[in-house]
């Protein structure tokens, strides 16, 4: 956590890291997504949008508590009440965000269904092998729903229609996935055991990008909302859309790879190192082992996966439609950038 030294004077435009850089956007995309803030109480959510409407008004100085703290206190309590902002408010509808379906949560959640799909009695049955990815991907389908770029008006049966195309692949990838399993007992004991914990995972990585694009299709022939650099909106962009999906893409196959490849290498030295460990010696261990193991991967590449690319993201007005080349603000500058929010 930064210091009152290391923190930058408070603006509005201003980051609490630099977020120019990687590092800088995974910092505070460690601390916006932490599972913690799940705990911010109504009360200091409604205290901390206050200071910072406060802030907007110039009304700091006139308040007759907060006037009488020092300067490096009170600009430490709005970059804290802008992190409680950023953790739950929506950036386009203003509103708090369902805190089940929060990226705080993504990882909470995630390590209540890993020990099901894990299980050997999932991975031989079908039918749990389907109920499993339609839970996971109804999730996954609320979360890409939850934090999407909101400038559109929602059409519900197109986001059925999304959900229901992602689900139907998510548990075609898996029946795949466990018709592969149910033979690894065929295969060498390494492949049959890599194939075990490897399988599964490389479904949700594909079937998680699918869900995302479908579930968000509508902003591709619709646009998203573009900003110049005073946030007045200018218009509509399907090529910022396609951007945008196309980064979110990007980042939960990042998230995912180390996923996929990590875990199951450290669990098979694992397990030769502890035979316990082994599924046939312990099944009840080994899932938990594995959910630990998968748990603390997520913990550790999510925020720096999502910090690739900024949620906040540009373009510069010569990749986006005509309409937007040899645009001026209202000082009469050429307009060489647009902004617009990425989502999630």
């Given at each position: 956590m930064a210091t009152d030294a290391d923190l930058p004077e408070f603006g509005f435009d201003?980051?609490?890291?630099?977020?120019?850089?990687?590092w800088g956007r995974s910092r505070y995309f460690y601390e916006a997504t932490s599972p913690f803030t799940l705990l911010t109480s109504e009360s200091t959510l409604k205290s901390s949008l206050s200071i910072l409407q406060k802030f907007r008004d110039g009304a700091i100085s006139s308040d007759p508590e907060l006037s009488k703290l020092p300067k490096n206190v009170i600009n430490r309590m709005l970059w804290d009440a802008r992190s409680v902002s950023d953790s739950i408010i929506h950036p386009d509808t203003q509103k708090p965000t369902n805190p089940f379906f929060r990226f705080s949560a993504f990882v909470p959640v995630n390590l209540l269904i890993m020990p099901f799909m894990l299980h050997p009695s999932t991975l031989a049955s079908p039918i749990k092998t389907a109920s499993v990815?339609?839970?996971?991907?109804?999730?996954?389908?609320?979360?890409?729903?939850?934090?999407?770029?909101?400038?559109?008006?929602?059409?519900?049966?197109?986001?059925l229609q999304g959900f229901i195309g992602a689900v139907v692949t998510s548990v075609g990838i898996g029946l795949g996935a466990t018709a592969v399993t149910n033979r690894a007992h065929r295969?060498?004991?390494?492949?049959?055991?890599?194939?075990?914990?490897?399988?599964?995972?490389?479904?949700?990585?594909?079937?998680?990008?699918f869900n995302l694009c479908l579930v968000r299709r509508d902003e591709l022939f619709?646009?998203?909302?573009?900003?110049?650099?005073?946030?007045?909106?200018?218009?509509?962009?399907?090529?910022?859309?396609?951007?945008?999906?196309?980064?979110?893409?990007?980042?939960?196959?990042?998230?995912?790879?180390?996923?996929?490849?990590?875990?199951?290498?450290?669990?098979?030295?694992?397990?030769?190192?502890?035979?316990?460990?082994?599924?046939?010696?312990n099944p009840r261990l080994n899932i938990a082992f594995m959910t630990a193991l998968f748990g603390i991967h997520l913990f550790?590449?999510?925020?720096?996966c999502l910090g690739l690319f900024p949620q906040y993201d540009s373009m510069?007005?010569?990749?986006?439609?005509?309409?937007?080349?040899?645009?001026?603000?209202?000082?009469?500058?050429?307009?060489?950038?647009?902004?617009?929010?990425?989502g999630l």
């Open positions: 201003k980051s609490k890291y630099d977020e120019s850089t990687w990815h339609v839970f996971n991907q109804t999730y996954n389908a609320a979360v890409n729903y939850e934090n999407r770029n909101a400038s559109n008006q929602v059409d519900d049966v197109k986001v295969m060498p004991k390494v492949l049959g055991t890599g194939l075990r914990i490897f399988l599964p995972f490389v479904a949700v990585a594909f079937a998680g990008t619709d646009g998203i909302t573009v900003y110049d650099k005073d946030d007045n909106e200018v218009g509509k962009s399907p090529l910022a859309a396609r951007n945008a999906l196309l980064k979110c893409s990007a980042a939960r196959f990042a998230w995912c790879t180390p996923i996929i490849l990590f875990p199951p290498i450290i669990a098979l030295q694992a397990e030769k190192i502890w035979p316990a460990l082994k599924m046939k010696n550790g590449v999510v925020p720096p510069p007005v010569e990749s986006l439609e005509p309409e937007y080349q040899g645009l001026l603000d209202g000082k009469g500058n050429r307009i060489d950038v647009l902004y617009f929010n990425k």
